[in-house]
């Protein structure tokens, strides 16, 4: 594909080059992209709304795995603590809506200022932590705001909150609004990962995953770049939470704050492939497959999905997807760029 | 006099969070590696020995005597089938890996001894307890902190003393440089992990003496851990030691404060000491 030319007239001039970052798949895989998220908006007039549930919950797992997949993966910072975000915006939410009386609808883009604002400080402080010791710092985050929601009397201490304002509105809407959120969720986070991946500082992104010392000796401001990533993966799993316990109409603090979120982030993108949007959309969907078939076997399910963990950081780091790509050269995302050399004495 | 009781409890509650640090401690010393199961393999081991202990009608120390050489055991197959694969400088493989045995502990363990919260009867040991000044003090919590100050004390010599200690400050240092004067980084990171996990052996028994244990609990047991140490300041065992007893005089006062704010008044200590010293209360700058 890439062709350089070492011949005497090259040196005179310089070649003409073109950055050719578009392929045949890419642009299979982007018509296919628009087509979901027009399917996910039209779900009220052709799904039940048992399938919108299980529809959302889906975009709800691929969001948080995209987010952490973005941390873990690009920006090097191993978080097990995104729950706090999920939980912190749901209940932004439910407080806005239920105790502000404020449009529903209105409440969920109101609400992810909080994981914005609160993202913040937690960095400040968790960045100090290097490397694993960070990942359990963000637990502790997590577990902070998991006390705070159940001792702070306004809403409703252990007891949680319900979403009764969600009564005004009629099934259908509700099924257009919540298809519509999907759409958005997987437009934003997925369709937005690829565009900031793609994009100059996708570049200084990877190039700080592949050495940080290196990415900052190239004028890449790596703290700068970490710090945005850690604000904005906060507020794409704040969007998941805000979605998933409107649907739910229910949150109290266990839920909100589950750890069970970084468990099926982690799961997926491990499995699916670390550092590629792809790995995630196929790591959701065995996630999701195997919740439907084996998820009755409660405990025995989550000890396979534990050592399947184990055996892929031991044996298999980059997930079925790097296992495909060694074979098969044909990214659904392709973010690399291709140097193409035009030859003069052809044109 | 309250807040007396609540220093003195909070030590002695500090002496049971040591022995969850100072393998944390070590492990992360050494090897730069968070063992997520950390407090997961606590929790296997109480009920392993609480089951011990009811089949075979052992006493609390005969349980110890069990547990000790099966931690140890734990810990270096631990190592030699899954953490020396993943140690290196970048930290994700290690911390998946063991996070991904946490989740399988926790669900094994759910599905052997159910969710039930057990412990471990101690024959009267638990409930004994002298009074000095007003003050109640049980005799296990002493126990336990002794244990505690001894396995820091033992976990210090050796470190400073011991051939094995010095091959693995080498290790710690600088690993090739290590491997090049006949030190082999694999062995010593086995052992490592084998005094890492042994150690729990200890806590095991007395976290099952002291409270309750349910298969759910592991998590906390970690976050404990990780608190102390970093609290202390990283790099010495006393450090962790040190950190213990100030997370639990933390949490003792916040529990007289309000019984709901106990464990989050421990975190806050935590995230304070993030904020206005990094390195720790007694870590070097």
């Known amino acids: ?347 | 006099m309250q807040w007396v009781d609540a220093l003195v409890q909070g030590i002695l509650l500090g002496g049971m969070y040591a022995q969850y640090a100072l393998g944390m401690a070590l492990m992360f010393g050494v090897m730069r590696i968070v063992n997520v199961s950390h407090g997961d393999l606590v929790i296997l081991l109480s009920l392993i020995g609480i089951s011990l202990a009811s089949s075979f009608g052992l006493g609390p120390f005969a349980v110890m005597a069990a547990l000790v050489p099966l931690a140890l055991a734990f810990g270096w197959i631990l190592q030699r089938a899954v953490l020396n694969r993943v140690v290196g400088e970048d930290p994700l493989p290690s911390l998946i890996a063991t996070f991904g045995l946490s989740l399988a502990l926790q669900n094994l363990m759910l599905q052997i001894w159910s969710a039930n919260s057990r412990s471990l009867p101690g024959g009267g040991l638990e409930s004994r307890s002298i009074e000095i000044g007003g003050i109640y003090i049980g005799l296990l919590p002493v126990i336990v902190l002794l244990v505690a100050a001894g396995l820091t004390l033992g976990l210090d010599l050796m470190l400073k003393r011991m051939r094995f200690g010095r091959a693995l400050r080498a290790a710690s240092a600088d690993v090739e440089a290590a491997a090049m004067t006949g030190v082999n980084p694999k062995s010593v990171y086995a052992m490592a992990t084998a005094i890492a996990v042994g150690i729990l052996g200890f806590a095991a028994v007395f976290q099952s003496l002291r409270s309750t244990v349910a298969p759910a609990d592991g998590g906390a047991q970690l976050i404990y851990a990780f608190e102390a140490v970093i609290i202390g300041g990283m790099g010495s065992v006393w450090g962790a030691f040190a950190g213990s007893m100030v997370l639990g005089v933390a949490q003792a006062v916040g529990f007289r404060i309000d019984p709901g704010f106990g464990v989050l008044s421990g975190h806050i200590v935590f995230l304070l000491v993030l904020a206005l010293r990094p390195q720790g209360l007694f870590g070097r700058a």
């Open chain 1, 1 to 347: 594909m890439t062709s350089i030319s070492t011949s005497a007239d090259a040196v005179a001039a310089p070649p003409a080059i073109r950055v050719r970052r578009q392929t045949v798949s890419g642009v299979i895989a982007l018509s296919l992209f628009v087509l979901v998220i027009v399917a996910l908006s039209t779900m009220p007039w052709w799904a039940k709304t048992g399938t919108i549930r299980m529809v959302l919950e889906l975009c709800c797992y691929i969001v948080a795995a995209q987010m952490w997949n973005m941390l873990a993966g690009y920006a090097g910072l191993v978080s097990v603590g995104q729950q706090a975000f999920i939980g912190v915006t749901g209940y932004a939410v439910f407080v806005l809506a239920q105790t502000f009386g404020i449009n529903p609808f209105l409440a969920i883009p109101l609400a992810l200022v909080v994981p914005a604002l609160v993202a913040v400080p937690c960095y400040l402080l968790l960045h100090r932590l290097d490397g694993p010791y960070f990942a359990i710092g963000t637990w502790v985050v997590a577990e902070v705001f998991r006390l705070v929601a159940s001792n702070l009397g306004w809403v409703n201490a252990g007891a949680g909150m319900s979403l009764a304002v969600m009564r005004e509105y009629s099934g259908f809407e509700r099924n257009v609004a919540m298809s519509v959120l999907c759409a958005l969720m997987i437009l934003v986070s997925i369709g937005g990962s690829y565009l900031f991946l793609s994009s100059r500082y996708g570049l200084a992104l990877i190039a700080m995953r592949d050495n940080p010392v290196a990415a900052s000796s190239q004028g890449i401001n790596v703290g700068r770049l970490r710090f945005m990533i850690y604000v904005a993966a906060a507020v794409g799993c704040g969007f998941a939470g805000a979605v998933y316990f409107m649907a739910q109409l229910r949150i109290n603090p266990p839920s909100a704050f589950d750890p069970m979120w970084s468990n099926v982030a982690i799961f997926i993108v491990m499995i699916g492939g670390i550092g590629t949007i792809e790995g995630v959309l196929i790591g959701a969907l065995i996630y999701f497959v195997a919740d439907r078939f084996f998820g009755e076997y409660g405990a025995s399910y989550f000890v396979v999905l534990g050592v399947m963990t184990v055996l892929v950081a031991l044996y298999a780091r980059t997930g079925i997807w790097g296992m495909i790509s060694k074979y098969w050269d044909a990214p659904w995302f392709p973010i690399r760029r291709h140097l193409l050399v035009e030859r003069k004495d052809r044109a």
